[in-house]
């Protein structure tokens, strides 16, 4: 019988289950959330590029005919069914990573001085992106349920047992290129978005995978 290949190192802050309410791996969800949310929202204010998947939106929105808000909606329930067939559940992380990541976007982009020079520009953009894929790394090493994208780049890593990096910028890539042929508007911030993040994931689950508080260090995907 083949060993389950782990993608996601166990650190001491692993839930128990995928619904515990423990208060270390609830502390370290919500903060981790909260950074990606900053990160996300300073990607937002250096306005070099929405997201790749904010980009899909776009197209999707402009052929369909309605909101970009709605797009997102839609693209978020389709891409979770496919969820099913790689045997992955909702968990309380799923639920926060919506209504954490959202709270702090929207107080980073209230709060944080938006930047009009052409190097603080790519300032937050360089944070941004670094604290969106250190973020998402602490928050899935919590065991307990990803956000749609997260999910399908965990599953897809689990099933045909590939590197995250490779198949986040895979995913990345591709919907960007999506979302450009159907009206999306692309900066580069989205394209170093779209190669880079993955890869700042993967550092990141490496250094976890390595840290004196990682509970095993065999089935590495690193």
């Known amino acids: 019988m083949q060993k389950k290949f782990n993608v996601l190192p166990k650190t001491s802050w692993s839930a128990s289950s995928i619904w515990a309410l423990e208060s270390k791996p609830f502390g370290v969800l919500v903060i981790s959330l909260a950074i990606l949310g900053i990160g996300e929202g300073l990607i937002l204010l250096s306005d070099l590029g929405s997201a790749p998947w904010t980009v899909l939106s776009q197209g999707v929105s402009i052929q369909g005919g309605f909101s970009v808000g709605w797009a997102s909606f839609m693209i978020s329930c389709l891409v979770m069914l496919l969820w099913l067939p790689l045997k992955l559940r909702v968990g309380l992380g799923t639920l926060l ?68 990096g490779m198949v986040r910028t895979t995913m990345e890539v591709s919907v960007c290129v999506l979302g450009f ?15 880079s993040i993955g890869w700042v994931v993967q550092g990141t689950l490496l250094l976890l995978l390595n840290w004196p508080h990682s509970l095993h260090k065999r089935n590495r995907l690193y």
């Open 181 to 195: 042929l159907l009206g999306g508007k692309l900066g580069i911030g989205t394209l170093l978005f779209a190669i």
């Open 97 to 164: 990573n919506i209504l954490v990541i959202a709270l702090f976007l929207g107080l980073t982009a209230a709060f944080m001085p938006k930047p009009t020079a052409l190097l603080s520009r790519y300032l937050y953009l360089i944070v941004g992106i670094l604290l969106f894929g250190i973020g998402s790394a602490f928050y899935l090493t919590c065991h307990q349920g990803a956000g749609p994208r997260d999910g399908l780049m965990v599953g897809l890593c689990q099933r045909f047992r590939l590197k995250v």
